[in-house]
């Protein structure tokens, strides 16, 4: 059964000419999608739009089946969403505990346990838990900013560019840590810039191009594809 | 029904309500009081198209304007007002030159260390000594101007004035307030918005306890008058005539700066300003000195702000520091420009005209209704109405104000008539 | 000795005094800076409504400070406090809410809150007279005069009941916020709005139920500030506009968005405006007979006379807007 599925979706930041053309997706429970394409292809406007940020001209968002463009941003992590942007994603004067509790805010029940089972994704925020997070380094602001997003109990996992400005040896341990989380059955949906490597570890690739889809498959088909290859993964 | 009143006729239909209202204040309440009201709403109209410049052109925030209007009075007052012999002849006139003389000298030796070469790159040292060689000269003026206020004050009265044309002093209280809008410019335009309202708001308050309680200087609350005119005044030829002169020179005045005002929005001077308030961001980026722009539209507010509040003043004929009150002199004019459409030269001459003769007319009418409330919560509940129930009453003005300040902001935020985007 | 006490009188008691009712007042103006990102100029008036709820209260219930052995009005403040923090809920929704989702800019914020201020002042005035009040019409103020166990002090250190219950609540509310923003669900979302709202938006807080508790906490300090001004003083319509300045000079040199800064700041503000007006020249008074003689003492040696004291947050602003516009704490950026 698809989890979350975009048919036909016009979308855009306020009144301006929509970016996104008419983009369809659809993902299915317990897999990972990889958004990649070339600048300026709407790949993090395709995000923002599901997560409710932007001015959705025409189309149709659901999730479970239900409708979610017209619920606010704390409704949509009630419904099950949680949302990693690229920048800015860490509360910088909070420690990182506090970071975390943060991400369950919609929560009452008691925290201990999913504070735990993200220390157990990411080990090196247990011991820093105390320490602000404006104080860490950029592979561990990342962790902080999952492991809030995941605070939520999300049944999708919506990623904004997880490895931007990280070194290739941190973005090889965040995609381990996608992978990981997704095992446990949480469906994942980013934004890559590192196509090649984030279309190997993706159930389903998409596309985009000037706002429209270009290509949509498997991730190793999408590998594979010679047009896909020659048009943006260079060669 | 909306599109029917849209451009032209929304305005045209504005403009002969405004006729309207001014025929029945002649018809009603006769020509010297309709004269009287027409010099007041002319004198208002240049304040407020000072603050259309600072917040319809540029966004800035101010939140002081009777500290602008108090101290260009006060200056204006201190040029045209005649000599004062008295004082002149005492001993108190050289006595106060010395003082001044060293204060003057004291801030040469701030100037002084503040760009000592050897100091350059000593910036603690450097602070440290600025610091207190200001508060050197801060307590050694304080100290001799103390005695020598005394001496004026029991002697002479105070220093009287200049005795030059009212002109002048018009000139010399815009030029006045126009220092003042560049040292507090300085100071806050390159910090958050709020700040710049926070600031003139205290600089306000400021100026008017100094107005108030440097009686040698001002009087203080004894006050000043009556104030020379720059036309003949009543006394000479009568109510009419002379308020109808006065009339006209404010009018030529609002004109001039209505064609100089226009003439700027259009030039790639305007045109830069209203970029940067529309988008500071890429303004700033293009490599325009957005704080510099904005402290020119903040000096040329604050000057029209001046020259506007001296003639209110000098109309009125009377120099009373008390008399400054923010609700008169600055929240007012908030109404006038934000009602009238902010940025929009007739609309904010239209909400002058609108806001200062509903709120002349308001006080009559506030009266009269809480007479009558009066009069039913006496014959029906046998209420004894408080001893100063008629000036609490009044105070329902201040709520109206305020509440007109929230209602446009919410569902008029562009005014009347808003500000048109010509194309050039 | 006497000199010193005179000191302590004049300086630290009501320096400390007042710059507990600044540190309250400047506590909200900062949650309110950090979370809505407007300076609330209602702040004042906020305070007078409390005051006058209070007094209201007292003039009803002039007999329940006995029972107790408090004065009425401190007796009266929880009431008052939930009464202004009600009301600065109902004024955010029915004229701040609206303007935000307008996605107005915070000048127009300031702007409304100005607007608000009057219609306020208007209606304080309105039902409750321009005439100052005294809260002890029906009690007796106490009074403390403590004697110093030294020969030449023959003054005493005066302190009033009002002042000491309003050190005791701004300690107790220095505690109780400091217990709300780190260990409470809510204290803490306030602090990840404030860091960064579009991120507290995507973590899933809910922005309105955050500013509501704002205005709670900003309401009732801001009733608690102005009652326990009033118990020590009097209470006077027009309070709210000389505490404007200073609230606002406190909580910038704090650092704006920053609630510990603003404690700092409101005493910061309250030392120096009695320091500024307190006259030295006693001091020197001693030795009047040893000063040489060109040395003409005067008889007010004040830094700032009385009738200026405004001036002196409009002067620590204007210093700290110059060379530390981030205030002492690092507030928010500029």
């Given at each position: 059964?698809?989890?979350?599925?975009?048919?036909?979706?016009?979308?855009?930041?306020?009144?301006?000419?929509?970016?996104?053309?008419?983009?369809?997706?659809?993902?299915?429970?317990?897999?990972?999608?990889v958004?990649?394409?070339?600048?300026?292809?709407?790949?993090?406007?395709?995000?923002?739009?599901?997560?409710?940020?932007?001015?959705?001209?025409?189309?149709e968002?659901?999730?479970?089946?239900?409708?979610?463009?017209?619920?606010?941003a704390?409704?949509?992590?009630?419904?099950?969403?949680?949302?990693?942007?690229q920048e800015?994603?860490?509360?910088?004067?909070?420690?990182?505990?506090?970071?975390?509790?943060?991400?369950?805010?919609?929560?009452?029940?008691d925290?201990?346990?999913?504070?735990?089972?993200?220390?157990?994704?990411?080990?090196?925020?247990?011991e820093?838990?105390?320490?602000?997070?404006?104080?860490?380094?950029?592979?561990?602001?990342?962790?902080?900013?999952?492991?809030?997003?995941?605070m939520?109990?999300?049944?999708?996992?919506?990623?904004?560019?997880?490895?931007?400005?990280?070194?290739?040896?941190?973005?090889?341990k965040?995609?381990?840590?996608?992978i990981?989380?997704?095992?446990?059955?949480?469906?994942?949906?980013?934004?890559?810039?590192?196509?090649?490597?984030?279309?190997?570890?993706?159930?389903?690739?998409?596309?985009?191009?000037?706002?429209?889809?270009?290509?949509?498959?498997?991730?190793?088909?999408?590998?594979?594809?010679?047009?896909?290859?020659?048009?943006?993964?260079?060669? | 029904?909306?599109?029917?009143?849209?451009?032209?006729?929304?305005?045209?239909?504005?403009?002969?309500?405004?006729?309207?209202?001014?025929?029945?204040?002649?018809?009603?309440?006769?020509?010297?009081?309709?004269?009287?009201?027409?010099?007041?709403?002319a004198?208002?109209?240049?304040?407020?198209?000072?603050?259309?410049?600072?917040?319809?052109?540029?966004g800035?925030?101010?939140?002081?304007?009777?500290?602008?209007?108090?101290?260009?009075?006060?200056?204006?007052?201190?040029?045209?007002?005649?000599?004062?012999e008295?004082?002149?002849?005492?001993?108190?006139?050289?006595?106060?030159?010395?003082?001044f003389?060293?204060?003057?000298?004291?801030?040469a030796?701030?100037?002084?260390?503040?760009?000592?070469?050897?100091?350059?790159?000593?910036?603690?040292?450097?602070?440290?000594?600025?610091?207190?060689?200001?508060?050197?000269?801060y307590?050694?003026?304080?100290?001799?101007?103390?005695?020598?206020?005394?001496?004026?004050?029991?002697?002479a009265?105070?220093?009287g004035?200049?005795?030059?044309?009212?002109?002048?002093?018009?000139i010399a209280?815009?030029?006045?307030?126009?220092?003042?809008?560049?040292?507090?410019?300085?100071?806050?335009?390159?910090?958050?918005?709020?700040?710049?309202?926070?600031?003139?708001?205290?600089?306000?308050?400021?100026?008017?306890?100094?107005?108030?309680?440097?009686?040698?200087?001002?009087?203080?609350?004894?006050?000043?008058?009556p104030?020379?005119w720059?036309?003949?005044?009543?006394?000479?030829?009568?109510?009419?005539?002379?308020?109808?002169?006065?009339?006209?020179?404010?009018?030529?005045?609002?004109?001039?700066?209505?064609?100089?005002?226009?003439?700027?929005?259009?030039?790639?001077?305007?045109?830069?300003?209203?970029?940067?308030?529309?988008?500071?961001?890429?303004?700033?980026?293009?490599?325009?000195?957005?704080?510099?722009?904005?402290?020119?539209?903040?000096?040329?507010?604050?000057?029209?702000?001046?020259?506007?509040?001296?003639?209110?003043?000098?109309?009125?004929?009377?120099?009373?520091?008390?008399?400054?009150l923010?609700?008169?002199?600055?929240?007012?004019?908030?109404?006038?420009?934000i009602?009238?459409?902010?940025?929009?030269?007739?609309?904010?001459?239209?909400?002058?005209?609108?806001?200062?003769?509903?709120?002349?007319?308001?006080?009559?009418?506030?009266?009269?209704?809480?007479?009558?409330?009066?009069?039913?919560?006496?014959?029906?509940?046998a209420?004894?109405?408080?001893?100063?129930?008629?000036?609490?009453?009044?105070?329902?003005?201040?709520?109206?104000?305020?509440?007109?300040?929230?209602?446009?902001?919410?569902?008029?935020?562009?005014?009347?008539?808003?500000?048109?985007?010509?194309?050039? | 000795?006497?000199?010193?006490?005179?000191?302590?009188?004049?300086?630290?008691?009501?320096?400390?005094?007042?710059g507990?009712?600044?540190?309250m007042?400047?506590?909200?103006?900062?949650?309110?800076?950090?979370i809505?990102?407007?300076?609330?100029?209602?702040?004042?008036?906020?305070?007078?409504?409390?005051?006058?709820?209070?007094?209201?209260?007292?003039?009803?219930?002039?007999q329940?400070?006995?029972?107790?052995?408090?004065?009425?009005?401190?007796?009266?403040?929880?009431?008052?406090?939930?009464?202004?923090?009600?009301?600065?809920?109902?004024?955010?929704?029915?004229f701040?809410?609206?303007?935000?989702?307008?996605?107005?800019?915070?000048?127009?914020?300031?702007?409304?809150?100005?607007?608000?201020?009057?219609?306020?002042?208007?209606?304080?005035?309105?039902?409750?007279?321009?005439?100052?009040?005294?809260?002890?019409?029906?009690?007796?103020?106490?009074?403390?005069?403590i004697?110093?166990?030294?020969?030449?002090?023959?003054?005493?250190?005066?302190?009033?009941?009002?002042?000491?219950l309003?050190?005791?609540?701004?300690?107790?509310?220095?505690?109780?916020?400091?217990?709300?923003?780190?260990?409470?669900?809510?204290?803490?979302?306030?602090?990840?709005?404030?860091?960064?709202?579009?991120?507290?938006?995507?973590?899933?807080?809910?922005?309105?139920?955050?500013?509501?508790?704002?205005?709670?906490?900003?309401?009732?300090?801001?009733?608690?500030?102005?009652?326990?001004?009033?118990?020590?003083?009097?209470?006077?319509?027009?309070?709210?506009?000389?505490?404007?300045?200073?609230?606002?000079?406190?909580?910038?040199?704090?650092?704006?968005?920053?609630p510990?800064?603003?404690?700092?700041?409101?005493?910061?503000?309250?030392?120096?405006?009695?320091?500024?007006?307190?006259?030295?020249?006693?001091?020197?008074?001693?030795?009047?007979?040893?000063?040489p003689?060109?040395?003409?003492?005067?008889?007010n040696?004040?830094?700032?006379?009385?009738?200026?004291?405004?001036?002196?947050?409009?002067?620590?602003?204007?210093?700290?807007?110059?060379?530390?516009?981030?205030?002492?704490?690092?507030?928010?950026?500029?």
């Amino acid at each position: 059964m698809s989890l979350v599925n975009v048919s036909n979706l016009v979308a855009g930041y306020g009144n301006n000419a929509p970016i996104l053309q008419n983009v369809d997706m659809t993902l299915q429970q317990g897999q990972i999608g990889v958004i990649v394409g070339p600048n300026g292809a709407g790949k993090s406007t395709l995000l923002k739009s599901i997560f409710g940020l932007l001015n959705i001209h025409s189309g149709e968002i659901t999730h479970n089946d239900k409708s979610i463009i017209h619920l606010r941003a704390d409704q949509l992590v009630q419904q099950g969403l949680a949302f990693v942007p690229q920048e800015f994603n860490v509360f910088e004067s909070m420690s990182v505990e506090e970071n975390l509790e943060m991400g369950a805010f919609i929560r009452s029940d008691d925290l201990s346990d999913s504070i735990d089972k993200v220390y157990g994704y990411f080990p090196p925020l247990k011991e820093k838990r105390n320490q602000p997070a404006g104080e860490l380094s950029g592979g561990q602001r990342q962790m902080v900013a999952m492991g809030r997003a995941l605070m939520s109990n999300p049944s999708l996992l919506l990623l904004d560019e997880p490895t931007a400005g990280l070194s290739p040896l941190f973005m090889e341990k965040i995609f381990e840590r996608i992978i990981a989380v997704n095992k446990s059955g949480v469906t994942v949906l980013m934004v890559e810039q590192h196509a090649r490597q984030a279309l190997a570890i993706a159930d389903m690739g998409f596309v985009l191009v000037t706002g429209q889809n270009a290509f949509t498959d498997t991730g190793q088909a999408l590998l594979q594809d010679d047009d896909v290859a020659r048009s943006f993964l260079g060669g | 029904m909306n599109t029917l009143l849209t451009g032209y006729k929304k305005e045209a239909l504005i403009v002969s309500f405004c006729g309207v209202l001014i025929a029945l204040v002649f018809a009603n309440f006769g020509s010297a009081f309709g004269l009287r009201m027409l010099t007041e709403i002319a004198c208002f109209t240049i304040i407020a198209l000072g603050l259309t410049i600072q917040w319809g052109f540029a966004g800035l925030f101010n939140a002081g304007i009777m500290g602008f209007i108090a101290l260009a009075a006060f200056v204006s007052m201190l040029v045209s007002y005649p000599v004062n012999e008295a004082f002149w002849q005492s001993d108190f006139s050289s006595q106060l030159g010395w003082v001044f003389a060293k204060l003057l000298l004291g801030v040469a030796i701030i100037w002084g260390i503040n760009s000592l070469p050897t100091l350059r790159n000593r910036i603690k040292l450097r602070r440290l000594l600025v610091v207190i060689a200001i508060a050197i000269t801060y307590l050694v003026f304080m100290q001799n101007l103390a005695p020598v206020a005394r001496g004026i004050e029991t002697g002479a009265g105070f220093i009287g004035g200049f005795g030059l044309p009212v002109w002048m002093g018009w000139i010399a209280g815009g030029i006045v307030a126009g220092i003042l809008a560049w040292f507090v410019g300085h100071i806050c335009l390159g910090l958050r918005s709020d700040y710049l309202a926070i600031a003139t708001l205290g600089i306000a308050e400021i100026i008017k306890a100094v107005l108030k309680n440097a009686d040698w200087l001002t009087r203080g609350t004894l006050t000043v008058s009556p104030l020379p005119w720059p036309v003949e005044t009543p006394g000479e030829i009568g109510f009419i005539a002379s308020r109808a002169q006065y009339l006209s020179v404010t009018i030529v005045i609002i004109a001039v700066i209505f064609w100089l005002l226009q003439r700027a929005y259009s030039a790639p001077w305007g045109r830069m300003i209203r970029a940067i308030r529309d988008n500071e961001l890429s303004s700033a980026a293009m490599g325009k000195d957005v704080n510099g722009r904005r402290l020119e539209v903040f000096i040329l507010g604050s000057v029209l702000m001046g020259v506007g509040g001296a003639a209110l003043v000098t109309f009125n004929s009377i120099f009373d520091p008390s008399g400054f009150l923010p609700l008169h002199h600055t929240f007012l004019i908030w109404v006038m420009v934000i009602l009238g459409g902010a940025g929009n030269n007739t609309g904010t001459l239209i909400g002058t005209v609108i806001v200062y003769i509903v709120w002349v007319m308001s006080e009559p009418a506030t009266l009269w209704v809480f007479e009558g409330i009066k009069h039913l919560g006496l014959e029906w509940f046998a209420w004894q109405v408080p001893n100063d129930f008629d000036s609490r009453a009044l105070q329902m003005r201040v709520f109206l104000i305020g509440l007109t300040i929230t209602l446009v902001l919410r569902f008029a935020p562009s005014g009347l008539i808003p500000e048109k985007i010509r194309e050039h | 000795m006497n000199e010193i006490i005179f000191f302590i009188n004049k300086v630290l008691i009501s320096g400390a005094a007042i710059g507990s009712v600044y540190a309250m007042g400047a506590i909200g103006v900062t949650l309110i800076f950090g979370i809505l990102r407007f300076a609330h100029f209602a702040h004042g008036d906020m305070m007078t409504l409390g005051a006058f709820f209070a007094f209201a209260l007292t003039v009803m219930f002039p007999q329940a400070g006995q029972a107790i052995g408090l004065p009425t009005g401190f007796v009266m403040l929880p009431v008052a406090m939930l009464l202004t923090a009600i009301i600065a809920v109902l004024l955010d929704k029915t004229f701040y809410l609206p303007l935000r989702n307008n996605n107005v800019s915070p000048v127009v914020m300031v702007m409304a809150s100005i607007g608000v201020t009057l219609m306020l002042q208007g209606l304080i005035r309105l039902f409750g007279g321009i005439e100052a009040r005294y809260f002890f019409f029906a009690e007796r103020k106490d009074i403390f005069r403590i004697a110093l166990p030294f020969e030449d002090a023959s003054r005493k250190i005066v302190i009033t009941e009002p002042q000491i219950l309003l050190f005791l609540f701004t300690l107790f509310s220095v505690f109780a916020i400091h217990y709300i923003l780190n260990k409470t669900k809510f204290g803490k979302a306030m602090r990840a709005v404030s860091d960064n709202p579009d991120l507290a938006r995507v973590s899933g807080i809910n922005i309105q139920k955050v500013t509501i508790v704002t205005w709670l906490i900003a309401g009732s300090l801001a009733a608690a500030a102005g009652t326990l001004l009033s118990l020590d003083v009097s209470l006077k319509p027009d309070l709210s506009f000389n505490l404007l300045l200073p609230i606002f000079a406190a909580a910038i040199v704090g650092g704006v968005g920053h609630p510990y800064g603003a404690i700092v700041g409101g005493y910061v503000v309250g030392f120096a405006e009695t320091l500024s007006i307190f006259n030295w020249a006693i001091f020197l008074r001693p030795f009047r007979d040893s000063l040489p003689e060109w040395f003409e003492l005067s008889s007010n040696l004040a830094l700032v006379p009385t009738e200026y004291k405004i001036t002196v947050p409009f002067f620590i602003l204007v210093v700290i807007l110059i060379w530390r516009p981030t205030g002492l704490f690092k507030g928010k950026v500029i």
